[in-house]
Nanobody
Framework: QVQLVESGGGSVQPGDSLTLSCAGS????????MGWYRQKPGKQRELVAM???????VYADSVKGRFTLSRGNVKNTLYLQMNSLKSEDTAVYYC???????????WGQGTQVTVSS
């Protein structure tokens, strides 16, 4: 059974940093395309960053230069380093496994990120 479990969310102030983690079980995150999505209140879920190849990453324009997607040294872990957070980054962040770019087949339960002064 595939499970993805996110952690690392929280409440921070604008300009702060957070690192989200996604731990996988029942699947090898290193052989699948993986990524992070987010859903803001009242909005549709949107892509934040994803691997489109082994070491090729695509970022949403709104997070380029601030967020970094990586696979962890700890086996089966995916990270999203988020720097210079803005209030508009407030959302529930979801880890996703994909069968093709932008086509997720498994989701985590989500972790809340709130950026507010």
């Amino acid at each position: 059974q595939v499970q993805l479990v996110e952690s690392g969310g929280g409440s921070v102030q604008p300009g702060d940093s957070l690192t989200l983690s996604c731990a996988g079980s029942g699947t090898d995150l290193n052989i699948f395309l993986m990524g992070w999505y987010r859903q803001k209140p009242g909005k549709q879920r949107e892509l934040v960053a994803m691997f489109t190849g082994f070491d090729t990453i695509v970022y949403a324009d709104s997070v380029k230069g601030r967020f970094t997607l990586s696979r962890g040294n700890v086996k089966n872990t995916l990270y999203l380093q988020m720097n210079s957070l803005k209030s508009e980054d407030t959302a529930v962040y979801y880890c996703a496994r994909m069968i093709a770019p932008s086509i997720p087949d498994y989701w985590g339960q989500g972790t809340q990120v709130t950026v507010s002064s």
